[in-house]
C-alpha cells in the first residue's frame, strides 16, 4: 500500500518561492509517473506538473513553465515541486498524486492519477 504525504506549503509573498515535498510509503515502481496539481477557490484542479519516477521525462503546465520545477529523489522516495517567482494566482492546494497504470505518456488530468496525497495550502500575497 502505497501513501503519499505532501508538505512545504505556507504564505509567501509575490516574488518568493517555495519547495513542496511528497513522500511515499511503499514501493514506487519506476514506471509510474507522478504529479502535482493545485486546486484554488472555487476551481477545478488542475495539473501542474509530472514526473517518470525513472526520470528523464517532466511535464508542465504553461502557467509555470520557467517558474517551477519537478524533480524526484529516489532514495528517499521522494518527490518535489520547486517554485519560484511566485505569483497570488498560484495560490491554491496543492495535491501529489500517483499514475500507476504504467502509461508511456505524462499524463494531465485528475481522473487519470489513481492515488492522492491530502495536499499542502500555498498562499501567495501580493
Known amino acids: 500500500q502505497v501513501h503519499l504525504v505532501e508538505s512545504g506549503g505556507g504564505l509567501v509573498q509575490a516574488g518568493g518561492s517555495l519547495r513542496l515535498s511528497c513522500v511515499a510509503s511503499g514501493r514506487i515502481i519506476s514506471t509510474y509517473a507522478m504529479g502535482w496539481f493545485r486546486q484554488a477557490p472555487g476551481k477545478e484542479r488542475e495539473f501542474v506538473s509530472a514526473?517518470?519516477?525513472?526520470?528523464?521525462?517532466?511535464n508542465y503546465a504553461e502557467s509555470v513553465k520557467g517558474r517551477f520545477t519537478i524533480s524526484r529523489d529516489n532514495a528517499k522516495n521522494t518527490m518535489y515541486l520547486q517554485m519560484n517567482s511566485l505569483k497570488p494566482e498560484d495560490t491554491a492546494v496543492y495535491y501529489c498524486?500517483?499514475?500507476?497504470?504504467?502509461?508511456?505518456?505524462?499524463?494531465?488530468?485528475?481522473?487519470?492519477?489513481?492515488?492522492w496525497g491530502q495536499g499542502t495550502q500555498v498562499t501567495v500575497s501580493s
Open positions: 514526473i517518470r519516477w525513472s526520470g528523464g521525462s517532466t
Open positions: 498524486a500517483a499514475d500507476r497504470s504504467q502509461s508511456p505518456q505524462l499524463r494531465l488530468y485528475t481522473h487519470e492519477y489513481d492515488l
